[in-house]
């Protein structure tokens, strides 16, 4: 694939975050006024590259990210419903992940912050 260029949405460096930290609640109502105090900005000609041929080359200690390929228990669809029953499976997978994160890299606490997104490849 190479590369692309693309415009990208960031959240913005804004003053108002040495006050408050930026927060968004995930569950919550979207007319809540109190869901986000996120303020976004977005860049252009941002340059994407395909990094999939070279995921073994990337390491935690090199790049401050590292690829891991694990199977999951639960499909994908699971975690973008909403609904009761979702956040009990979303609890197991959560689990799942953090079994992983402590199998390979053995840290003293981990916690999973943003589950949202999952590729399949």
Known sequence: MG???AELTFIANDAHYEQ?????????????PQKSNCRFESV???RITDCRPHIHT????????????RRSELPVEVLSLNN???RKLVEI?????ISIVK????????????WRVRLCC
């Open 58 to 69: 990337f390491s935690l200690q090199k790049n401050g990210f590292q690829f891991m390929r």
């Open 3 to 5: 590369s692309v260029t």
């Open 20 to 32: 408050e930290k930026p927060y968004d609640i995930i569950f919550a109502d979207p007319s809540d």
């Open 44 to 46: 252009s000609d941002i």
């Open 93 to 97: 997978y959560l689990k799942e992940t």
């Open 103 to 114: 199998e390979e890299l053995h840290p003293e606490f981990v916690i999973c912050f943003d």
């Open 84 to 86: 009761d029953e979702s």
